[in-house]
Nanobody, 113 residues
Framework: QVQFVESGGGLVQPGGSLRLSCAGS????????MTWHRQVPGKTREWVAT???????FYTDSVKGRFTVSRDDAKNTMYLQMSSLNPEDTALYYC???????WGQGTQVTVSS
């Protein structure tokens, strides 16, 4: 059974950094196109980043140059390194296999002074 567990969220001041983790089970993360998304209450879920099996990465414009997605194949885990955070990054962050309907519980990121 495919499952994801996101972690690493928290409260951080503007300009700060966080690293989110997405631990996968029931599949090999390195074989899949993986994506990060985020959602603010009352708004639709937003795509943030994509990581291809070969290592190519793509980002939504608002996070380019600030966020970096990577993975550790030995741990079957994907990461989202976030820096220069601002209040507009506050959201519940999720990971998933591209095109899948399976989502984890998400991890909350709050950027506030």
């Amino acid at each position: 059974q495919v499952q994801f567990v996101e972690s690493g969220g928290g409260l951080v001041q503007p300009g700060g950094s966080l690293r989110l983790s997405c631990a996968g089970s029931g599949f090999s993360l390195s074989d899949e196109i993986m994506t990060w998304h985020r959602q603010v209450p009352g708004k639709t879920r937003e795509w943030v980043a994509t990581l291809f099996p070969g290592g190519a990465t793509f980002y939504t414009d608002s996070v380019k140059g600030r966020f970096t997605v990577s993975r550790d194949d030995a741990k079957n885990t994907m990461y989202l390194q976030m820096s220069s955070l601002n209040p507009e990054d506050t959201a519940l962050y999720y990971c998933r296999i591209h095109g899948s309907t399976t989502w984890g519980q998400g991890t909350q990121v709050t950027v506030s002074s």
